[in-house]
């Protein structure tokens, strides 16, 4: 496991080097235990070949491991599986557009329980500016920002191989460079023309992507879906979102979306839709249960092995 995690650090030099320090520390102060690692990409292996294929050489892509694999995927199954719940649908029967909206943020298009499109692609820089992401940009821009782009990151060693373009979009962009604050509740406030520009620029990105997924869903949506920090906190974000997509039929009961987290005897999945309009749920996320219930399972299939 290990090793095969280190053969994918280059596509998340941010993330896998701190995994693998940990997994190594790990199994040499507990040597008879079981390591298991839980990918966020796993949730995405059923995105269709037109949408994980970027049209680039096939024979470089193939060599390179070069496609979309999505992100934010254990924090999707949980999401999943408390809205099929919440339904009372099964999850192969279940529809939904999703927002995991972070600090990282990404959208995921839900159809029959498996993921068919995600904002995210190769790494997590794709699709959604975040609080130190650009998100989606003109490919070639980061060139004209800086004529460092393909030298490496001071930050760089032999364990993380990071270039000054992929620390510019990754730690140097997003609200923090345009607001000069990671905190959303910061920006969501729009106490200064730059907070107020960083906030209408994630609202319109996010638009983009529900109407996006709305087609390609056929239109057959269970529920819009917020998660997150920023989605399960940002009442004026949600309020600001659906108000954009009222014509794809949803509407926000203003009392249930301002309520959301004030109350102690709140679930885990709340409804804030405008009643006749299509359903607008929040969702608590917990990608934590999800590595829990995974390793109940692992555990008991070597049980069963015995």
Same mark, same amino acid.
Request: glycine residues 12%; positive net charge; aromatic residues 8%.
């Given at each position: 496991m290990y090793h095969h995690i280190a053969e994918l650090s280059d596509l998340a030099p941010l993330h896998n080097a701190a995994a693998l320090r940990l997994i190594r520390t790990i199994s040499e102060q507990l040597p008879t235990s079981i390591p298991l *690692?839980?990918?966020d990409t796993s949730f995405h292996s059923t995105l269709p070949p037109h949408v994980r294929t970027y049209p680039i050489s096939p024979a470089r892509a193939q060599k390179n491991k070069l496609r979309k694999y999505g992100f934010h995927g254990l924090s999707y199954a949980s999401i999943l599986r408390h809205t099929s719940a919440s339904l009372g649908k099964a999850k192969e029967r279940v529809s939904i557009i999703a927002l995991h909206?972070? =600090?990282g943020a990404s959208a995921? *298009?839900?159809r029959d329980g498996a993921s068919l499109d995600t904002s995210m692609g190769i790494t997590p820089l794709a699709g959604l500016p975040g609080a130190t992401r650009s998100g989606s940009v003109d490919p070639s821009l980061v060139f004209h920002y800086t004529h460092n782009a393909g030298?490496? =990151?001071? *930050?760089a060693s032999k364990e993380l191989h990071v270039t000054r373009a992929e620390e510019i979009l990754n730690k140097e962009c997003g609200w923090k460079a345009l607001a000069g604050?990671?905190?959303f509740g910061v920006v969501s406030e729009g106490r200064s023309e730059e907070a107020r520009l960083a906030f209408d620029i994630f609202v319109d990105r996010v638009v983009g992507f529900v109407g996006s997924y709305f087609v390609k869903l056929g239109g057959r949506v269970d529920a819009l879906v917020f998660a997150g920090g920023i989605g399960?906190?940002?009442a004026k974000l949600r309020r600001e979102v659906v108000r954009a997509v009222e014509c794809l039929g949803y509407g926000v009961d203003e009392g249930k979306n301002e309520a959301v987290g004030k109350g102690d005897e709140e679930g885990v999945v709340v409804e804030i839709g405008k009643e006749g309009c299509?359903?607008?749920l929040v969702v608590k996320t917990d990608e934590q249960s999800e590595m829990a219930l995974g390793c109940m399972e692992v555990a008991?299939?070597?049980e069963a092995a015995k």
């Open positions: *690692a839980f990918f909206l972070g =600090s995921c *298009a839900i030298k490496p =990151s001071r *930050a604050t990671t905190d399960e906190k940002g299509r359903r607008v008991g299939k070597i």
